[in-house]
């Protein structure tokens, strides 16, 4: 199997596992702190990645530079994107948390233009973001009155600032891409954005109001630090190095709908406007794929070139 074909792969496992975390996550915080939640899980996946990572490779980076910038990537991405979120789905519903969430590959085009970054962005790219987010959009379009609840605003606003954020860590992922050790960095993000989690966790919330003894939120966290974090994020970082951004990013799009489909089968209504977003997510996701296959091929950018000699070391 080439290395395309398993970075596909990759992207096709965060897609589905990051579209089931939103209700894993849900689930968790409705008896456990949000942040002592995110941090506990992203922790746990520290340890273990970081474990393997050495395990396989028996070397890391261990620079002052590389460990300033796994910090500073884990604080957008982990922190802020991760934890931010989890404390705002005690807010709102998982999907509509996903719904904002697929603004994620907006975000990453805007950081990129103005940072004057080199990634170049065609006609076939927009339309293909556009129909995407429109895709979304068309799932919890009766959700919009909500608005007029603070707390339920609140929620939205804070998703929407980890968007942000984990578009920005996606950036510096992409452009501090060093090749020491992949997996231990991914696990060195992890470790930094939970620890910061957890240092500012007894602060913000109120370990009283916890339901400690509920089998149901500790299951879910299981769940989260195994395939939401380890295997994922390993697979993240190995997609994020061998695909364009901009796509590997369009995962966000497809999220929402495996949100919809556990709604589903958990006795949520799906109705033809769910199927006409199904369509024009895919639909998006291919014009965003096709757009760069295009612009790869006619005009090849000196980090793509770069992206497609990385050996496979995860």
Known sequence: ?????????????????????????????????????????????????????????????????NLSRQALIGFLMITIGNGVVSYAERSIPSGVAALICSLMPIAVVFINLGLGNRER????????????????????????????????LLGILGTLMATIAWAGGNVLTKKWNDQTNPMFDAALQLGFGGMFLMLGSPLLEDYQAAHWGSSSAWF?????????????????????????????????????????????????????????????????????????????????????AQTATIPNTE
């Open 121 to 152: 962005l065609n006609g076939r790219i927009l339309w293909g973001l556009l129909l995407g987010l429109t895709g979304v959009a068309l799932i919890f379009r009766n959700d919009l009155a909500a608005l007029q609840n603070p707390h339920y």
């Open 220 to 304: 879910a966290l299981a769940y989260l630090c195994i395939f939401g974090s380890v295997i994922a994020f390993t697979a993240y970082r190995y997609a994020l190095a061998h695909l364009p951004v901009s796509f590997v990013t369009s995962y966000a799009y497809i999220n929402p709908m495996i949100a919809v489909i556990i709604g589903y089968f958990a006795g949520e209504n799906l109705g033809p406007w769910t199927m006409l977003s199904f369509i024009a997510i895919i639909s998006g996701v291919a014009l965003v794929n096709y757009g760069h296959h295009k612009q790869r091929k006619h005009f090849p950018l000196p980090s793509e």
């Open 1 to 65: 199997m080439n290395t395309k074909v398993k970075a596909y792969l990759a992207y096709a496992y965060i897609a589905i596992i990051w579209g089931t975390t939103y209700f894993g996550i849900r689930v968790a915080v409705q008896a456990l702190p949000p942040f002592f939640m995110a941090a506990t899980r992203q922790l746990i996946a520290f340890i273990i990645l970081a474990f393997i990572a050495i395990a396989i490779k028996k070397k890391a980076n261990l620079s002052i530079k």
